[in-house]
């Protein structure tokens, strides 16, 4: 495989809204997708889409919900041999999404739990990089070691702060924050001050700002990349295919900026979509956008 994503797996209900409901008010949706979802999922597919071999480790239930995202997984091409099912819930979520794009998001788990260390043998993957989303921490700690000892290429999607992104961010090569990890590390909402602080600790940060782009630092490097310009239809997954199309570029060996414009243009193709999963692009897409087309 190129990339193998390890993490979370859940099913997404979007439903398109035309504003916020307030305290006790139906809401009637203008629109509805029902797709799987989870940001190494996600990532996955996007490694598929991108014409790499693309491999998911990590939980779905035995209910219809993980049965609909087993069956698109294997419709994408990704590889679902490290996919433990159980009697557990697939985890849920309900996305509401308003006009201008931005969304709301409800997540239910039940009593579903990380894996334990050793829920998966990958002592015989040979993956070119890996993606941990922070969700399955047992998993990824365990695992960690030995891909770097193999000299695997290690990305951590950091979307909040939490025991698994806080144990992994300073273990990576590559440090992928949004700006609301940055915030809750840093303990206030400055990116810029946050990008400083994570350099001092990782190799390689990124701080995704959404609309605003994206700020870096590697080494003694440091940048900002503005977003391509889009007509916003649903941001969820957007971090998500920032992250798969990201790793895809280090797997090919592109150059530092190459890469994050590469992931950037997926991102904003994403978001021109309703819902995660059908929003994620395909490698033709990506390649017009970045010679110069329009979305």
């Known amino acids: 495989m190129d990339v193998l994503c390890i993490g979370h797996a859940s099913y997404d209900l979007v439903f398109s809204v035309p504003h916020h409901p307030d305290e006790d008010e139906k809401c009637v949706a203008t629109d509805f997708v029902g797709c799987g979802g989870g940001p190494a999922a996600n990532a996955a597919v996007t490694v598929a889409r991108l014409g790499r071999r693309g491999a998911f480790a990590g939980y779905l239930g035995r209910d219809l919900y993980g049965q609909a995202h087993w069956q698109e997984l294997q419709g994408?091409?990704?590889?679902?041999?490290?996919?433990?099912?159980?009697?557990?819930?697939?985890?849920?979520?309900?996305?509401?999404?308003?006009?201008?794009?931005?969304?709301?998001?409800?997540?239910?788990?039940?009593?579903t739990r990380p894996l334990p260390p050793k829920a998966l043998d990958l002592s015989r993957t040979a993956p070119a990089c890996v993606l941990y989303d922070g969700h399955e921490p047992e998993l990824s700690i365990h695992w960690h070691p030995r891909f770097r000892q193999q000299g695997i290429a290690t990305v951590l999607d950091a979307g909040s702060l939490h025991r698994g992104t806080e144990a992994l961010m300073f273990a990576v090569d590559y440090?992928?924050?949004?700006?609301?990890?940055?915030?809750?590390?840093?303990?206030?909402?400055?990116?810029?001050?946050?990008?400083?602080?994570?350099?001092?600790?990782?190799?390689?940060?990124?701080?995704?700002?959404?609309?605003?782009?994206?700020?870096?630092?590697?080494?003694?490097?440091?940048?900002?990349?503005?977003?391509?310009?889009?007509?916003?239809?649903?941001?969820?997954?957007?971090?998500?295919?920032?992250?798969?199309?990201?790793?895809?570029?280090?797997?090919?060996?592109?150059?530092?900026?190459?890469?994050?414009?590469f992931a950037s243009a997926a991102a904003a193709l994403c978001c021109t979509q309703m819902g995660a999963r059908p929003g994620i692009p395909r490698r033709g897409a990506v390649e017009a956008l970045l010679a110069g087309g329009s979305v």
């Open 76 to 111: 994408d091409g990704v590889a679902t041999d490290w996919i433990v099912r159980g009697d557990s819930p697939t985890p849920l979520s309900a996305v509401l999404v308003k006009p201008d794009g931005r969304r709301s998001l409800v997540s239910y788990r039940g009593d």
């Open 175 to 261: 440090l992928l924050a949004s700006r609301k990890f940055a915030a809750q590390w840093l303990g206030r909402d400055d990116p810029e001050a946050a990008l400083s602080a994570l350099a001092q600790q990782s190799p390689a940060v990124v701080i995704t700002l959404g609309e605003e782009g994206v700020i870096w630092q590697r080494g003694s490097r440091r940048g900002r990349l503005p977003a391509f310009p889009i007509r916003a239809v649903d941001t969820t997954g957007a971090g998500d295919t920032f992250h798969g199309a990201f790793c895809v570029a280090v797997v090919e060996g592109r150059d530092w900026e190459t890469a994050l414009r």
